[in-house]
Nanobody, 128 residues
Framework: QLQLVESGGGLVQPGGSLRLSCAAS????????IGWFRQAPGKEREGISC????????SVLDSVKGRFTISRDNAENTMYLEMNSLKPEDTAVYYC?????????????????????WGQGTQVTVSS
């Protein structure tokens, strides 16, 4: 059974940076399509970015393009989300997730219901 644990969230000023980590155990991440999601208070969970089993980066949420970067370290069995130029509207709980039955090994998507394994989430607050 795959287990995911996020870390790296916190309080940061607008314009600042954070790097979120998602450590996996139980299985290796490259068996899955993987992704980062977030959920702000009163809003639905939304997909940010994903990486396919083959390592290809898939869709990226328009509002974070050019600011957020997803990556995966197979040796560490960990995925990351590098977040730069943070804005107050980025405030949310951030989740990593894995899709155990991807429709494609080379193409990932950001549909929440495709992902069966989820971390517990880490809070990111952007405020001065």
């Amino acid at each position: 059974q795959l287990q995911l644990v996020e870390s790296g969230g916190g309080l940061v000023q607008p314009g600042g940076s954070l790097r979120l980590s998602c450590a996996a155990s139980g299985r290796t991440l490259n068996y899955y399509n993987i992704g980062w999601f977030r959920q702000a208070p009163g809003k639905e969970r939304e997909g940010i970015s994903c990486i396919s089993k083959s390592g290809d980066v898939g869709s990226v949420l328009d509002s974070v393009k050019g600011r957020f970067t997803i990556s995966r370290d197979n040796a560490e069995n960990t995925m990351y989300l590098e977040m730069n130029s943070l804005k107050p509207e980025d405030t949310a709980v951030y989740y990593c997730a894995a899709d155990p039955f991807p429709r494609s090994a080379s193409v990932c998507d950001l549909r929440v219901d495709e992902y069966a394994y989820w971390g517990q989430g880490t809070q990111v607050t952007v405020s001065s």
